[in-house]
Protein backbone atom coordinates (compact mmCIF):
# COMPACT_ATOMS: atom_id res chain seq x y z
CA UNK A 1 0.00 0.00 0.00
CA UNK A 2 1.35 3.55 -0.71
CA UNK A 3 1.50 6.08 2.33
CA UNK A 4 -1.58 7.95 1.63
CA UNK A 5 -4.04 5.01 1.23
CA UNK A 6 -6.61 4.94 5.10
CA UNK A 7 -5.47 2.19 7.08
CA UNK A 8 -7.32 2.59 10.29
CA UNK A 9 -8.19 0.73 13.61
CA UNK A 10 -11.78 -0.50 12.40
CA UNK A 11 -10.13 -1.98 8.65
CA UNK A 12 -7.65 -4.08 10.50
CA UNK A 13 -10.29 -4.94 13.10
CA UNK A 14 -12.24 -6.45 10.68
CA UNK A 15 -9.38 -8.17 8.81
CA UNK A 16 -9.01 -11.03 10.78
CA UNK A 17 -6.62 -13.02 8.12
CA UNK A 18 -4.17 -10.16 7.65
CA UNK A 19 -0.63 -11.83 8.30
CA UNK A 20 1.65 -8.81 6.89
CA UNK A 21 0.93 -5.23 6.42
CA UNK A 22 3.62 -3.89 3.21
CA UNK A 23 4.34 -0.07 2.56
CA UNK A 24 5.90 1.80 -0.38
CA UNK A 25 7.72 3.63 2.80
CA UNK A 26 8.44 3.38 6.79
CA UNK A 27 6.86 7.09 7.74
CA UNK A 28 3.33 6.14 7.24
CA UNK A 29 1.39 8.29 9.16
CA UNK A 30 -1.96 6.77 8.14
CA UNK A 31 -1.05 3.53 10.57
CA UNK A 32 -1.75 2.72 13.89
CA UNK A 33 1.32 0.89 14.43
CA UNK A 34 0.88 0.66 17.89
CA UNK A 35 -2.59 -1.75 16.64
CA UNK A 36 -0.71 -3.41 14.61
CA UNK A 37 1.92 -4.53 17.68
CA UNK A 38 -1.11 -5.61 19.97
CA UNK A 39 -2.40 -7.73 16.99
CA UNK A 40 0.66 -9.35 15.96
CA UNK A 41 0.99 -7.98 12.91
CA UNK A 42 4.27 -7.27 11.27
CA UNK A 43 4.28 -3.99 8.98
CA UNK A 44 7.40 -3.59 6.53
CA UNK A 45 7.95 -0.85 4.18
CA UNK A 46 10.72 0.02 1.39
CA UNK A 47 13.73 2.39 2.82
CA UNK A 48 13.03 5.94 3.89
CA UNK A 49 15.00 8.55 1.80
CA UNK A 50 14.97 10.83 4.86
CA UNK A 51 17.52 8.55 7.09
CA UNK A 52 20.01 9.71 4.90
CA UNK A 53 21.08 6.39 4.24
CA UNK A 54 21.16 5.83 0.21
CA UNK A 55 20.85 1.56 0.83
CA UNK A 56 17.26 0.38 -0.75
CA UNK A 57 16.12 3.82 -1.56
CA UNK A 58 15.08 3.02 -4.64
CA UNK A 59 13.58 -0.62 -3.75
CA UNK A 60 9.87 0.48 -4.59
CA UNK A 61 10.95 1.25 -8.47
CA UNK A 62 13.27 -1.62 -8.49
CA UNK A 63 10.45 -3.85 -7.71
CA UNK A 64 8.02 -2.20 -10.06
CA UNK A 65 9.99 -3.21 -12.76
CA UNK A 66 10.87 -6.70 -11.47
CA UNK A 67 7.57 -7.60 -11.20
CA UNK A 68 6.59 -6.03 -14.89
CA UNK A 69 9.68 -8.03 -16.65
CA UNK A 70 8.83 -11.00 -14.79
CA UNK A 71 5.09 -10.94 -15.78
CA UNK A 72 6.62 -9.83 -19.90
CA UNK A 73 8.42 -12.94 -19.86
CA UNK A 74 6.77 -15.42 -17.65
CA UNK A 75 8.77 -16.19 -15.19
CA UNK A 76 6.18 -17.22 -12.96
CA UNK A 77 4.96 -19.61 -15.28
CA UNK A 78 7.96 -21.00 -15.93
CA UNK A 79 9.20 -21.50 -12.33
CA UNK A 80 6.24 -23.33 -11.79
CA UNK A 81 6.88 -25.69 -15.23
CA UNK A 82 10.28 -26.47 -13.72
CA UNK A 83 9.30 -27.11 -10.18
CA UNK A 84 7.08 -29.90 -11.66
CA UNK A 85 9.61 -31.45 -13.77
CA UNK A 86 9.23 -29.87 -17.01
CA UNK A 87 11.17 -27.40 -18.60
CA UNK A 88 10.37 -23.59 -20.13
CA UNK A 89 7.14 -23.37 -21.85
CA UNK A 90 7.99 -20.94 -24.09
CA UNK A 91 10.99 -18.51 -25.79
CA UNK A 92 11.31 -15.15 -24.57
CA UNK A 93 10.03 -12.45 -26.88
CA UNK A 94 11.30 -8.80 -26.94
CA UNK A 95 8.94 -6.32 -24.78
CA UNK A 96 8.18 -3.91 -27.98
Known amino acids: M ?3 TPFPKDLIARLPNL ?3 LTTGLRNS ?3 LGFFKEQSIPVAG ?3 KSTGTQ ?4 STTEHCV ?3 LALARGIARDDAA ?3 GLWQ ?3 ATGLT
Not at 55 to 58: L, P
Open 55 to 58: VGTN
Open 89 to 91: TGF
Open 66 to 68: TLV
Open 19 to 21: KLL
Open 46 to 48: TAD
Open 2 to 4: RER
Open 82 to 84: VKA
Open 30 to 32: SLD
